[in-house]
């Protein structure tokens, strides 16, 4: 992976300096780690106007993180400060130091105070916006990038379907999401990408819901969102079930609504498609059905490093699809007192010539009664 993180630095070195005079400093966790691969909480990243990278950071020996630490050889300096000092200010000091006309900075992951303190400490040198600039650099993954979200997939897919297996009746909420985040970490996850959620009876459907003690009782709804974070990818998924021998008629209408949205929204994930375009196809649906204000702001997201990266699936979101972008697709609906539905796949964006997008969360959709 060294070559493929020297490759991303050169690419952002040569979108934040093109006359070669300006260094940046990288300083969000998830860019960070996407330039250099692993490292210790806080590090930051000083990309040269020179050609020259350094890390600075605090390793600390019992907190080592996941994989191989960044050597010299791979084109990227490495240094560890010592106590309390700010890998930041350590940064922006020797990009000064260097020769750099100008830094450029992430202005949104820094705060007022945290800028202030850098500016002071390079008085001579101008500051910039680097924006989100790594970000966009993210948007479009690669095929290891792409690789480790399938197997983050599989993880999640092989945790879920073990827990359907098990007599849930009577369980809490939060004793099943116990078990479910302790089941991703068996099949070899770094850990669960976000916290899951798992709902039922009346608080189902309910988007980012935090478990409670309610505890799963026959003919309840129960959804269950979950993923898992493998080499520091992650994805999402979300199913719904009915508890006991079958599902009631409004269980199976609304349903049916739901998949119908999520499978039009599936269907619109083409190159070249306005972000806005795939929401609307599930904002349709449900509109139809009379649960348009039901669905929330956004249809689905990008993941990667982080859930809920770009690009955005929503009204008002501007933009279009590429190829090997992957994303997530989940409308819901909550009828307050009642309960409701969620559907979530993690998918990436291929053309009809490679087969169209391609499902990374293979659980049944099927209306299972458990």
């Not at 709804?221 to 409004?250: E, H, N």
């Amino acid at each position: 992976m060294s070559e493929v993180h020297a490759g991303r630095r050169s690419r952002l070195r040569a979108h934040a300096s093109p006359a070669g005079d300006v260094a940046a400093v990288v300083s969000r966790p998830s860019n960070v780690r996407y330039l250099v691969g692993p490292a210790p909480a806080g590090a930051v990243l000083l990309v040269g106007h020179d050609g020259g990278d350094t890390l600075f950071g605090h390793w600390d020996p019992a907190e080592e993180p996941v994989g191989p630490r960044p050597h010299e050889e791979e084109g990227l300096r490495v240094t560890s400060l010592d106590g309390d000092a700010d890998p930041a200010l350590a940064a922006v000091v020797a990009a000064a130091e260097g020769g750099a006309r100008a830094v450029a900075v992430e202005e949104h992951h820094l705060t007022v105070a945290k800028h202030r303190v850098l500016t002071r400490a390079a008085p001579g040198t101008g500051f910039t916006d680097l924006g989100c600039a790594v970000e966009r650099q993210r948007l479009v993954k690669d095929e290891d990038e792409i690789a480790a979200l399938r197997v983050a997939a599989e993880i999640t897919d092989r945790a879920l379907g073990e827990l359907l297996e098990s007599i849930l009746v009577g369980r809490t909420e939060r004793h099943l999401a116990l078990e479910l985040e302790r089941r991703l970490v068996d099949h070899g996850a770094d850990g669960p990408a976000f916290p899951t959620s798992v709902a039922t009876g009346s608080h189902s459907g309910l988007a980012g819901h935090r478990p409670t003690d309610r505890r799963v009782e026959e003919g309840d709804f129960l959804t269950v969102r979950l993923g898992a974070r493998f080499r520091g990818y992650r994805c999402q998924i979300g199913r719904t079930f009915v508890i006991g021998t079958s599902p009631a008629d409004w269980q199976i209408e609304l349903y049916d609504v739901v998949f119908a949205a999520q499978r039009a929204a599936r269907e619109a994930l083409t190159p070249g498609v306005e972000y806005r375009e795939v929401d609307r196809a599930a904002r349709e649906v449900l509109s139809a059905a009379g649960h348009g204000r039901a669905l929330g702001p956004v249809t689905g997201h990008g993941v990667g490093l982080e859930i809920g990266e770009d690009p955005r699936l929503s009204p008002a979101a501007m933009g279009r699809l590429g190829p090997c972008v992957p994303v997530t697709v989940e409308p819901g609906v909550h009828l307050p007192g009642r309960g409701g539905v969620r559907i979530d796949d993690t998918l990436v964006v291929r053309s009809a010539a490679d087969g169209g997008p391609e499902l990374l969360t293979i659980t049944t959709k099927e209306l299972l009664a458990l």
